[in-house]
């Protein structure tokens, strides 16, 4: 089972199981980082579960969608890394993903 | 001077099981007044993913939040409920047995005989970005909506956004303000192309400026705004001067005045009975995602159960002197009068 670090705001580090084919905002979720609202439950909807894709995981993570972009615009402190938790798939390729937690995600 | 509106059963909140309490209520007679923040019915259906698919409201195998919105608003056509929409309630008494008196933000008071909160996710109100030190500016110079345009006339204005909230503000009040300036984090919009064409011939006109960044850092006295720091994307700094600025991030919901009526909450979320989802309140009931018991799960389906048991309770408040019989709208020739069918 891939493994995923969550780092928060306040520097909390959370390595954590995360399994395949489900996204890495439900694994937060399953695993009470409470910095990942997800307001919306996973629709690409609210940009409440936004995280910032550790630089040298951002190339294997990839780049949002037209559509996710459209959304981080409504989040804040917006990276060239940051990516919505409910759009990353968690696949084999991303054992050992690190991605950091905001300390506001608008609410 | 408010108005006082009286009814039977007033719900808090018009998303899809708000909605659905009008039909049950309905069904036994029971007039319903829906109360709600957003100016349209649907709730987060229709705020959040209106064009998104739902797959597990029994019997539909696939419908958008905006067509359940649709069908809902004609499955309560027959109830005629009057809907109260870009209001928020923001009081509640008990003045006795079944007996309510409701304030809402439009300056609206009423008098019913039960609540019904059906509020979700607690009422949506706009996103407030997290510069610090923002708060003192709040609703002096710088505000999340617009009342009254002359309000900006000859201000050099930031506006600060992508969608058609900040696009449409752009173009209504350029024409009045001294200077306006958009700022987006990337140069494409969202919004309607229409206002986006807009949007660029008035940059190009040298009418208007638009910048791409995020707002770092605010300067300004006593409440008064006087420039920010926008951070661009290659990490350049540059300062705007201003008199107001209006950012548009879209909304996120708070659970807001809900958590000053004297109810006990859990998480931010109202126990109830599972007889009847009634608060320790009598006659004060809370359905969908807003209630909490043992076993809940925050589906639509869930929360259209909870309206079916809540009227029934409703009712005893409603018609203390009547027996309820229970009927089917497939048999029922009374039902089918009241839903028009028969």
């Known amino acids: ?107 | 001077m408010s108005e006082t509106i009286k009814t039977d059963v007033l719900i808090i909140g018009a998303g899809p099981v708000g909605l659905f309490a009008v039909f049950e209520l309905g069904l036994l007679d029971i007039k319903a007044h829906l109360v709600d923040i957003l100016d349209k019915a649907g709730g987060q259906c229709a705020e959040l993913y209106p064009e998104k698919p739902i797959y597990d409201i029994p019997g539909i195998p696939y419908i958008t939040g905006h067509g359940l919105t649709d069908a809902l608003m004609q499955q309560i056509k027959p109830f005629n409920p009057t809907l109260h929409l870009g209001e928020m309630v923001t009081t509640l008494e008990k003045l006795g047995d079944a007996h309510f008196r409701v304030g809402t933000t439009g300056d609206k008071i009423f008098e019913t005989k039960c609540v019904v909160i059906a509020a979700g996710g607690g009422s949506f109100q706009p996103k407030r970005p997290p510069i610090a030190g923002i708060e003192p500016y709040e609703q002096k110079s710088v505000f999340y909506a617009v009342r009254k345009i002359d309000a900006f006339r000859d201000k050099r204005l930031l506006i600060v956004g992508g969608g058609d909230s900040a696009l449409d503000w752009t173009l209504n009040l350029q024409p009045v303000a001294k200077r306006l300036t958009l700022l987006h984090r990337r140069d494409e919009f969202r919004g309607a192309p229409d206002s986006v064409n807009k949007m660029r011939a008035l940059v190009a006109e040298g009418k208007m400026d638009l910048k791409i960044g995020q707002v770092s850092a605010l300067e300004g006295a006593d409440g008064a705004l006087s420039a920010v720091t926008v951070k661009g994307n290659d990490g350049s700094a540059a300062r705007v001067e201003l008199d107001a600025m209006l950012p548009f991030f879209g909304l996120t919901m708070k659970l807001g005045p809900v958590a000053d009526w004297g109810l006990k909450l859990e998480d931010e979320l109202i126990p109830v009975d599972t007889a009847a989802f009634e608060t320790s309140v009598p006659g004060l009931f809370a359905i969908g995602d807003i209630n909490t018991y043992p076993g809940k799960l925050k589906l639509i389906l869930s929360g259209f159960h909870e309206a079916a048991l809540m009227a029934q309770k409703a009712y005893h408040y409603v018609y203390p002197e009547k027996r309820l019989v229970f009927q089917y709208t497939t048999s029922s020739t009374s039902l089918q009068k009241k839903l028009g069918v028969a």
């Not at chain 1, 979720?29 to 951002?58: K, M, P, Q």
């Not at chain 1, 696949?91 to 506001?104: K, Q």
């Open chain 1, 1 to 107: 089972m891939p493994k995923i670090t969550f780092i928060e705001h306040d520097n909390t580090v959370h390595t954590v199981d995360a399994e395949l084919n489900s996204t890495v905002m439900e694994t937060a979720l399953r695993n009470g980082i409470a910095s990942i609202v997800a307001e919306c439950g996973g629709g690409c909807s609210c940009a409440t579960c936004l995280v910032h894709v550790d630089e040298a995981w951002s190339p294997i993570v990839g780049q949002p969608s037209a559509e996710e972009d459209e959304m981080l615009d409504g989040a804040f402190e917006v990276k060239p890394t940051s990516r919505l938790a409910c759009q990353i798939k968690v696949t084999e390729a991303l054992d050992g993903l690190i991605v950091r937690t905001p300390s506001y995600q608008g609410r």
